[in-house]
């Protein structure tokens, strides 16, 4: 069943002025536009614009629209008209269904629409309002309009104009949108998704659902960054082969994994070097240096180490000038030529009781080069050696040295290297140690 309503204007100049547009729906502005382009189609409207004009609302399903939606869509389009062109109007109350397999835009010959056109004969232009798609808030509908040539012996249709609109069926709330634009304004997802589930008839619930989304996925990719460069920045800061290791196990959806491993391998061959330097420097001998340069050539450490090798190479020479200077002190004189020769007289003391001195043997002690005092096996240094506190003061430094502590002092600094240094004093055992060292120092007056 098709409905056909009929509405009559009488259409005399028409103009939309600019303050039109926010009194009225889009789909009446676009029916007066149209309208108007073809009011001014003199081919069309020979007589300097139509007075008379029919409205025929024609539906090709009646649960489309209900009968108060219909009144209003015809209702709504007769004030537009009425107002902007001061015509006369005659109207149909409602939609009048009939049977039609009409279904397009382009039929125009279809017997139905001939049929409506023919009982609207004596319009000069008639307006046709065919509802034909359903989009819940709104109906499609299609719009054509027919200039049937005012004042001429032929009343046949010479002009038709053809478009869609979009009629809204239900209004607007206004809280919807007020609600919707608090609840977007601070981005908080809480907050969108409380609206939407507070406002669900609202347009904007959709929307609201979608930035809800939007929004989670971002928090979470700005939670992921954010847990991605803390534990960079941990791992950054303690340095260690250990720490990159524990962060590639942990982190493995972070970006920039290269470059931790990079930065692992870093720390292991720094470590590697640490480690090398430490040893040599507890041994403090020439061998010890000599070993690590060998092996350790691109270390950081290895101008320090060459400094200390020339050192402990000049003691040592100074060592062994001493050594030969104290063993041709201790060597016999050599026996001296009297100059006596055969066949020459020799002379004789007078014989008597005068006393004869006879000067005392020497007997030079032998040379005992003193033992290396050591604790725990690493060497002593020499200069600390040669006292008991000295060699205190040593033991009980070493056994911070082994824990990883941060020496401070010049005197400490000079013995003990800082490289890889933790800052961590000892602990069980060598803590025990280290206050027995401390009261032998006391006892000792250290």
Request: glycine fraction near 6%.
């Amino acid at each position: 069943m098709l409905g056909l309503c009929l509405l009559a204007l009488t259409f005399g100049s028409f103009a939309v002025p600019a303050h039109a547009a926010p009194q009225y729906d889009l789909w009446e502005l676009e029916i007066l536009t149209n309208l108007q382009s073809l009011q001014s189609n003199r081919q069309c409207v020979p007589n300097g614009g139509a007075q008379h004009i029919h409205i025929l609302g024609v539906s090709l399903d009646d649960t489309l629209l209900g009968p108060q939606e219909k009144t209003a869509i015809l209702s709504d389009l007769s004030e537009v008209i009425a107002t902007r062109t001061h015509a006369r109007t005659t109207k149909a109350d409602n939609f009048q269904s009939i049977a039609s397999s009409y279904s397009g835009f382009s039929e125009a010959d279809s017997r139905e629409l001939d049929r409506l056109s023919e009982a609207a004969s004596s319009a000069d232009i008639t307006v046709l309002v065919r509802p034909y798609r359903d989009k819940g808030a709104s109906v499609d509908a299609e719009i054509r309009l027919w200039a049937r040539g005012a004042g001429g012996a032929d009343p046949g249709l010479n002009c038709v104009q053809s478009f869609s609109v979009e009629i809204p069926t239900e209004k607007a709330d206004p809280a919807c949108a007020a609600a919707f634009a608090k609840a977007k304004r601070d981005s908080d997802p809480a907050r969108l998704e409380a609206f939407r589930d507070f406002f669900p008839q609202c347009p904007e619930a959709a929307e609201a659902d979608r930035l809800v989304t939007a929004l989670k996925a971002s928090q979470a990719e700005k939670a992921d960054r954010e847990r991605c460069d803390r534990n960079f920045a941990r791992a950054r800061a303690e340095g260690t082969v250990a720490a990159y290791s524990t962060y590639l196990d942990e982190n493995i959806d972070c970006p920039g994994r290269d470059v931790v491993m990079a930065l692992r391998d870093q720390a292991a061959k720094s470590s590697a070097c640490e480690t090398a330097y430490r040893d040599a420097r507890r041994l403090d001998s020439v061998d010890a240096y000599e070993r690590f340069l060998l092996d350790n050539r691109a270390c950081p450490q290895a101008d320090t180490a060459s400094a200390f090798l020339t050192m402990k190479r000049q003691e040592e020479k100074r060592e062994e000038e001493e050594r030969a200077k104290a063993a041709e002190k201790q060597a016999p004189a050599p026996s001296q030529d009297d100059g006596r020769q055969a066949g020459q007289p020799q002379y004789s003391p007078p014989a008597g009781n005068q006393p004869t001195y006879v000067p005392p043997a020497y007997n030079p002690p032998a040379y005992d080069p003193p033992a290396t005092a050591s604790y725990r096996g690493y060497p002593i240094p020499k200069d600390l050696a040669a006292s008991t506190c000295g060699q205190l003061w040593y033991a009980r430094n070493l056994l911070f040295d082994l824990a990883g502590y941060c020496f401070k002092t010049g005197k400490a600094q000079r013995y003990f290297s800082n490289a890889g240094c933790t800052g961590a004093s000892p602990r069980g055992a060598d803590a025990a140690e280290v206050s027995r060292i401390q009261a032998l120092e006391r006892q000792n007056g250290c």
